[in-house]
DNA sequence: TAGGGTTTT
């Protein structure tokens, strides 16, 4: 999620959720500083919490190979722990050290700031790489990168050979790139014993880290053994064993992986809890905004709900129940956020607000971690979120509202603390804390992991089930990945890598399915036009729903429409982007198009084809013979085949399932041109929902699909 | 018939 071009610095936001300074921070390529403010920089970086620890913290990583931060917000890891790692020579000898960030925007401008206090030109001495963006050098000797990108550098160098150190910052988020990276660098540990690897991670999560790397043997679950004994009011299901736990003892080599406790510098926040449940959340809300607007003098409100249905609800009842307010009181300017609005609206939540209005913001999940808005002095919490599961027998996603974890609470109160003293009513009562989990369930967890296993596959990790997961993902998840991949032709019956097709899948930065199809393009006379439609699908948000217009927006969108179907009018909706928009965000505005994600899909397209050219696979088109497309998407969409119903609702071939068509479909309001269809996803949410759907011909799902659907009778 | 938490390669 960028709010900002990189270079400059959001206004209002902070880069690392440490300390920022406006002034300092802002925009362009830092020149090499003066003396004098290179002393105000080493005077700042001294008051900082973990520089008291400097010389512990170098100590034990002389003596240790794996270091544990844990670390509340504030206390200057991300930036100073690698500049320490560089003054103490770390860095000799062409070495580099590496710090992986969840986030794009966070490697970038935390790179930014560690140039300047370093005193180089970004790029240099300090660097950054991120997917389609990296300002680094073979010198470069402290490198801040996506946790995606360091995994992927593992496909090329297996050992990192290059770094000395591999600091996973963020790591308590458990994103299913930093799980990978914890397993695979464990691994590597044991052929390179000099490798340092720090971990930085929040505190309630940071003891399982240590435990993973003291344990000598792979288990299954523990997804929350991070409490002490003390602590675990909140009893965890029991952890299964796994088929290895059987046979052998774990013997925790103690002093492998040391934890160390750093001091934040963030204020107290006052909790405060419902006395009864409430049914109406949004009203709550509204009735708590409201009762702190008028009882607090100053500070903004920043209010956790769970989507965009529920946030504008919200705004509405705000602005209505506005009018009722005193003759004279304090006005209230309340912004939506999300991932689904255009980047003004986005940019719109850091602005001041103008005297004597209270600024609320009502947001997702997102202001959780990904955005930080200064001066929040208030937390309005309703302790839900909305989570994606995947369900391995059926293939489908769900997106399930679900309490918090007591982590998530935590962070999200955290939020209230940043600048001063501050406040967070939580939406429901105390008594409810203790049925909550301690963390979030990893996202490997609740994945789809097709893509992770074929990657490992590709490192020569050949038995995945014994892979040491830190949070193994279920076997049934684990079998069915292996099933499918098997069924796309990316693994032989040994569960060896293909070659070229799963090699060559394993490399491409999409979805296997469409990796599939890529690759077989050419023999379908359609690569050219398959290469944006892989682009396509994999950004969201094309087609921009906010701004209360959405019969306009409706209006725009069937200006692309074609009756094919959704893939065919993704793909006109970037050729038409190309032709007048590429450079103008006022054309794609004009049309309630995304102009970032268009311009995203671009630059995969890009890359993608990069891709075809190295395997020598010929770009061509298939000009107007739109069959061609849609029969190769067939060739690797069979799994998600369904067929229509005469009440308009669809029926999955290979199950059943009674599936509905998302409103966002072209097919929502038209009637597909035949009745068989493939579809990109299901998301279950109030209905099973299939998006991205095109039709095709029966016909070609038995000629193009036969071997699937024989395999799966076969199995049963 | 009426809807999408977030992130990444």
Redesign the pocket.
């Known amino acids: ?2 709010f900002w071009k990189p270079g400059t610095v959001a206004p209002g936001s902070s880069i690392d959720r440490d300390t920022v300074n406006q002034e300092s921070a802002g925009g362009g390529a830092p020149a090499v500083t003066g003396r004098i403010e290179r002393i105000a920089v080493s005077e700042r970086r001294g008051r900082l919490p973990i520089a008291k620890q400097r010389d512990a913290l170098l100590y034990l990583l002389e003596r240790h190979p794996v270091v544990v931060l844990q670390s509340p917000t504030g206390t200057g890891k991300s930036t100073q722990l690698p500049q320490f790692l560089l003054e103490a020579g770390w860095a000799k000898d062409g070495k580099c050290i590496a710090v992986t960030q ?6 970038i401008s935390v790179a930014q700031r560690v140039a300047e206090e370093v005193g180089c030109i970004l790029g240099e001495e300090v660097g950054y ?4 963006e990296a300002l680094c050098t073979p010198e470069t000797k402290v490198l801040y ?5 360091l ?2 550098e593992i496909l090329l160098d297996p050992l990192l050979s290059r770094y000395s150190v591999v600091m996973v910052d963020e790591a308590h988020e458990r ?3 930093t799980d990978l990276l914890l397993g695979v660098l464990k691994k590597i540990r044991r052929v390179r014993p000099e490798l340092r690897i720090v971990i930085s991670s929040a505190t309630i999560e940071a003891q399982e880290f240590v435990d993973f790397f003291n344990r000598t043997t792979p288990s299954s679950s523990h997804p929350n053994s991070g409490l002490k004994p003390g602590e675990d009011v909140h009893a965890p299901p029991p952890a299964k064993k796994s088929r290895w736990d059987k046979k052998e003892k774990e013997e925790p080599k103690l002093d492998e992986a040391v934890m160390v406790r750093l001091e934040g510098k963030a204020f107290p926040v006052e909790i405060a809890y419902l006395e009864e449940p409430t049914s109406d959340i949004v009203m709550k809300v509204v009735e708590t905004v409201f009762d702190i607007h008028l009882k607090h003098p100053v500070g903004d409100i920043l209010v956790f709900l ?6 504008d609800r919200c705004l509405q009842q705000i602005a209505d129940y506005q009018h009722r307010l005193p003759q004279g009181a304090p006005l209230i300017k309340a912004f939506p ?4 609005l255009s980047t003004e609206s986005q940019i719109a939540v850091f602005e001041p607000p103008s005297p004597r209005t209270r600024k609320v913001i009502v ?4 202001a959780e971690a ?2 930080t808005i200064d001066g929040i002095k208030f937390v309005v919490d309703s302790g839900l ?4 599961s995947f369900d391995p027998v059926t293939g489908m ?1 769900a ?1 399930v509202t679900t309490p918090c974890s007591l982590a998530s609470l935590a962070q999200r109160a955290g939020r209230a603390g940043r600048t001063s003293p501050g406040k967070c009513f939580r939406l429901f009562p105390a008594t409810a804390l203790k049925a909550l989990l301690p963390t ?1 369930p990893p ?1 490997i967890t ?2 789809d992991i097709s ?1 992770l296993v074929l990657q490992l596959k590709s490192l020569g990790i050949q038995n995945i089930l014994r892979f040491d997961w830190m949070t193994s993902p279920s076997s049934t998840m684990l079998e069915r990945a292996l099933e499918f991949l098997y069924c796309l032709g990316a693994l032989d019956e040994e569960g060896k890598l293909t070659r070229p097709l799963g090699v060559r899948m394993a490399e ?4 296997p399915m469409m990796s599939k199809i890529l690759l077989d393009s050419h023999s379908f006379g359609c690569s050219d036009e398959i290469l944006t439609v892989a682009a396509m699908t ?1 950004v ?4 921009i ?1 906010d701004d209360g217009d ?1 019969i306009r ?2 209006l725009e969108r069937r200006k692309f429409t074609v009756e094919e179907g959704d893939h065919l009018t993704a793909l006109n909706a970037y050729n038409a982007f190309i032709k007048h928009g590429r450079k103008s965000s006022k054309w794609c505005h004009n049309h309630r198009l995304n102009f970032k994600a268009l311009s995203r899909a671009l630059s ?1 397209r890009t890359q993608l084809s990069k891709y075809l050219k190295r395997f020598d696979i010929p770009i061509i088109s298939c000009g107007s013979d739109h069959a061609k497309i849609r029969r190769c998407l067939t060739s690797g969409y069979f799994r998600n085949a369904a067929v229509a119903q005469p009440d ?1 609702t669809y029926k999955s071939v290979r199950e059943g399932a009674l599936l ?5 479909s072209v097919y ?3 009637t597909p041109p035949s009745s068989f269809v493939i579809f990109h996803e299901v ?1 279950e ?3 099973r ?1 299939m ?2 759907v095109t039709a095709i011909e029966q016909d070609w799902l038995v000629e193009l699909a036969g071997h699937y659907y024989q395999f799966r009778e076969t199995k049963r």
Do not use: C, W
């Open positions: 999620m960028a969840p986030r794009r925007v966070a490697a790489s991120v997917r389609f990168l996506t946790d995606g990108m995994f992927r994103s299913s790139y769970t989507g965009r249905d529920e946030i956020l999300h991932s689904g947001s997702t999940n997102i990904s955005v979120v909305k989570l994606r996603d997106l979030t996202e609740r994945s893509l491409l930065p999409i979805d994999s969201q948000n094309v087609f729903l959405s927006g409706e995969i308009g509905h068509v998302h409103p966002s929502f309001t038209r998301i949410t109030t209905k929902f998006r991205e």
